[in-house]
């Protein structure tokens, strides 16, 4: 794939922050050396002020913040929203206020806004497509400069009807003209990050989009206007809370928007057809996106092209590729295969990596911790690149984890599990290092033969997908573990045959 245009940056307004600044600190940053990956100014009271850049700061004066200093700089800002950011009219730059228990600001972050053209010529082909595509990825990534950039090509080179729900005016810059980085598509501004919702219907009602573009869809009300807007027909192009599909779908807020996901009971006779317990995860119904992006770094994108399908994949545990894309300095795409090790961003990388070096298949479960870190849960959790969910009342759990103090007391709520039938197991200690030995071993223990067959068979399908080998011979099993096998890489339109004699008959996958 070839780009269309090198990315050029406009005109970013970087004189109009720094006449923001006492003269001292804006004659300062002027002095240094490049001020092209100036990321942001922080000033906080009573400390040093300093120049961010990619992996550096520069301190800008030895002289300590001083509370004239930051009034001097608030008052040649625009107004303080409730969400404590604030902008210079006609520019992209965001101002966010720290402020002290009596709402005195004490504190403020002067971030670099910058509008850079043609940063979406990576993902060009799947905006002009007109599907609906979430944008995510870690802060400070990237996203808001992407969303700015499809706006205006969207606007500009495909005549688009374009409406923008503004909330923090990261996308079209502060005041009531909005900036030309979003070309001639149209800003709807938010009164106030509550009533980012009620815009977004607004808009639709009001204006006639063929497209809506909204930045951080974060509440179950946002997500629910967003369903609304897909359900009518227009074009949502979007970022979410959440760095990768997995964040979303463990997200009872946000889940919505690529489906939802349930638990469904099965009859016994469907939960041994399937080989899986009779409680599994199913989506809910279709999902509100139809693509979705995982910006992965700067021009590094993962790509779903099929979100309803990717999600399907990921709960029945079958391998699921996006595709990879990464563009270099020529402006030329390429093109690659997911495989990282456990514990990086993606739900593919996670499914992807070899199986030495993966603890469990993809199964999410959930979890009740009692009288545990839930942070050092989670880290854990990410650490192993198990798929965990932490859940708030033990009914609601598929295990319980607890300290062996708490155990042995055996208090009303463990009692209450276990009498539910939910397995408790015992970490050793509090520690992260400790609780994920215990994850390992949970989800160890909840692999069955029959599982352990199924995960051999999804490597296989792993492997003949990617093309890594033609044809997988897999272990002898039974005749029903066989039928299961057989299914799976039905699933994955592969072709499979049973080969052999009793006791020795296997199953062999190809294309």
Known sequence: MKSRDLDRPAPDDLDALLDALPSELGSRVRALPSLDGLLEIVMDLGRLPEARFAGSEERLSEREVSADDIAWVTARLGHFGGDNRAGIERTLHRISALRNRDGRIIGLTLRVGRAVYGTMEIIRDVVESGSSILLLGRPGVGKTTLLREVARVLADDLRKRVVIVDTSNEIAGDGDIPHPGIGRARRM??????????????????????????????????????????????????????????????????????????????????????????????????P?????????????????????????????????APELRERDGSGQVRLGVPRAPV??????????????????????????????????????????????????????????????????????????????????????????????????????????????????????????????????????????????????????????????????RRVQVSH
Request: hydrophobic fraction near 40%.
């Open 189 to 286: 501004q938010v009164k106030s990050p509550p009533l980012q919702h009620a815009v977004m219907i607004e808009a639709v009602e009001n204006h006639m989009p063929e497209v809506v573009v909204i930045d951080e869809i974060g509440t179950e009300q946002e997500a629910a206007a967003a369903r609304t807007i897909a359900e009518r027909g227009v074009q949502l192009v979007a970022t979410a809370h959440g760095n990768t599909l997995l964040n979303l779908m463990q997200n009872p807020t946000l889940a919505d928007l690529v489906g939802g996901i349930q638990t469904v009971t099965l009859g016994d006779d469907e939960a041994r057809r399937r080989g899986t317990q009779k409680s599994v995860l199913e989506r809910k119904g279709p």
């Open 288 to 320: 509100t996106f139809s693509v979705l992006v995982e910006i992965q770094a700067y021009q590094k994108v993962a790509i779903y092209h099929d979100i309803a399908a990717t999600v399907d994949a990921v709960l029945l545990g079958l391998p699921v």
């Open 343 to 504: 514990g990086s961003a993606s739900v593919s990388e996670r499914l992807w990596a070899p199986r030495a070096q993966r603890v469990a298949e993809v199964e999410i479960v959930k979890v009740y911790p009692f009288g545990l870190s839930w942070s050092r849960l989670e880290g854990a959790a990410r650490g192993l690149g198990l798929p965990v969910a932490i859940v708030r009342e033990p009914e609601d759990a598929d295990v319980v984890l607890t300290l062996k103090s708490h155990h042995r007391q055996r208090t009303p709520r463990l009692r209450t599990a276990e009498s539910a039938g939910v397995p408790v197991y015992v970490a050793r200690g509090n520690s992260e290092s400790q609780i994920a030995s215990a994850l390992a071993t949970i989800f160890e223990l909840r692999r069955g033969p029959e599982d352990l067959a199924l995960g051999e068979a999804r490597d296989a399908i792993e492997s003949v997908v990617t093309g890594m080998r033609p044809t997988v011979e897999l272990a002898p099993q039974g005749a029903y573990v066989r039928k299961l096998q057989h299914e799976l890489a039905e699933r994955a339109n592969l072709t499979s045959r049973s080969t052999g004699h009793e006791p020795y």
